[in-house]
Structure formats: structure tokens, C-alpha cells
């Protein structure tokens, strides 16, 4: 396989992870996307000219990590900067990139779900919306607002079947 193709594969399967992951240590989405985007040039500078290693996902993963507490480092107050405890917490740990993976790929069957189905499915588990009060705010019956559940319920698990051998386990499904 070639390079680019290698390497687009990659992007595509671990664009989101590495997002979700930055995101966690980060709080903030528009940083994270620019850690993400930064990680994968480096990536692609390192490697132009070479194949691509075997444990490339981990090493994503690290620059990403790296690229992430250089960040919140530069951004923090001398007052309240990163402790060495703090940095080991948020290392890319086995079960943290696991959870990145399972995140993304839920927001992903999210943001598949039709519009009217992913707006009252997020104003109930996002915001916490009772049926009643998303039915008032977006003026439909209470019965809509079940019905729209049910089915963002029964997308969301088609879409998020397990990997054989792997429990996907989401408390609201």
C-alpha cells in the first residue's frame, strides 16, 4: 500500500480518538482540533519518506499527549502550573484511548442520526431535558419527543454494535 493511502486510512480512523482524547486533558474543542491537526503534520513530516511503523496509532497518541501538555504548560499561570502528578494522570493509557475510540465513535452515530432525532435525543442526555420540557421547547407533543428516543435508541445500537469479543456499554442504551 502506498504512503498517502496508508497515512489517509489513518487520519480517518484516528482523527476523531485523538480529538475526543485531546479534548478530555485540554477542555477545549478548538484546541484540541488545532493539537490534532499539528500532530498528524508532524506525523506526516516524520514519515514522508519512509513507511509508516507498526505502532503508529501509539505514536499519535504520544505526540498528541506531548503537543497537549506543551499547551496547557504554555497557557498556564506560573502560580498554577502542571504538576508531574498531574502530567502521569493524563498519560495515553490502554483504557484512555479506548475511551476516546468508544467516544468518538458515538458522537459520530450521533451526528447520523436525522436532525429532528439528534436535537431531542442531545436535549435530553446532553442538557438533562425532561420529554415534557423538550416538548415545550421545541413545540411537539410529548409523544414526539418518545418517539424521537425510541428511535435515536434503536439507531444508536444498530450503530454501535460491539466489536466481537468487545462490550460496548452505554448506560442510556
Given amino acids: 500500500m502506498n504512503y498517502n493511502k496508508e497515512f489517509e486510512i ?12 485531546v479534548t478530555r486533558i485540554c477542555k477545549n474543542a478548538q484546541d484540541a482540533e488545532d493539537i490534532v491537526q499539528e500532530t ?7 514519515f514522508s ?9 501509539a505514536y499519535l497518541y504520544r505526540v498528541a499527549h506531548n503537543l497537549t501538555i506543551d499547551r496547557l504548560k504554555s497557557t ?31 458522537w459520530i452515530a450521533i451526528s447520523k442520526l436525522p436532525q429532528r432525532c439528534r ?9 438533562g431535558l425532561s420529554n415534557a420540557e ?18 435515536a435508541f434503536k439507531s444508536l445500537r444498530n450503530s454501535l454494535q460491539p466489536e466481537k469479543g468487545k462490550v460496548f456499554y452505554l448506560p442510556f442504551l
Fill in 10 to 21: 489513518y487520519f480517518k480512523r484516528y482523527y476523531t480518538p485523538l480529538g475526543m482524547y
Fill in 119 to 127: 436535537e431531542v435525543f442531545l436535549l435530553s442526555k446532553r442538557d
Fill in 49 to 57: 519518506s519512509t513507511t509508516l511503523p507498526d505502532n503508529f496509532k
Fill in 134 to 151: 423538550i416538548a415545550k421547547e421545541l413545540d411537539i407533543s410529548i409523544k414526539t419527543v418518545e418517539n424521537q428516543m425510541t428511535k
Fill in 40 to 46: 498528524y503534520s508532524i506525523a506526516w513530516e516524520k
Fill in 76 to 106: 498556564q499561570s506560573k502560580e498554577s502550573s502542571l504538576s508531574v502528578d498531574d502530567i502521569k494522570e493524563i498519560e495515553p493509557t490502554e483504557e484512555s484511548i479506548d475511551t476516546s475510540e468508544r467516544d468518538a465513535r458515538l
